[in-house]
Nanobody, 121 residues
């Protein structure tokens, strides 16, 4: 599976961005997709997940601000990010792994190049 993230950019605190993840090389509709992020000097962390059936899960710090969605017709997953904060600055990656019913996500080895989100005043 190949993943291409896009939509990053520079935004002021309180602003919004919409990231997109285009997925190819696999049957998209049966894949669970996740967004991760990695800030400078930090480990990569899970931000949001959407299962093949549409179940979603979020990191606590982004709940109520970020929304993950999928468009099976376009093999694309979006991450709508509102009320952005300085601490949301990171490179954002999408991943097509496996989401379990106990709210555990196991990532695959395919990451793509990521897209940079910079929140700055």
């Amino acid at each position: 599976v190949q993943l291409q993230a896009s939509g990053g950019g520079l935004v002021r605190p309180g602003g919004s961005l919409r990231l997109s993840c285009a997925v190819s090389g696999s049957t998209f509709s049966i894949r669970d997709i996740a967004w991760y992020r990695q800030a400078p000097g930090e480990q990569r962390e899970l931000v949001a997940v959407i299962s093949s059936g549409g179940t979603t899960s979020y990191k606590d710090s982004v709940k109520g601000r970020f929304t993950i969605s999928r468009d099976n017709a376009k093999n694309t997953v979006h991450l709508q990010m509102n009320s952005l904060k300085l601490e949301d600055t990171a490179v954002y990656y999408c991943n097509a792994g496996k989401y379990y019913s106990n709210d555990y996500y196991f990532p695959s080895n395919s990451w793509g190049q990521g897209t940079l989100v910079t929140v700055s005043s």
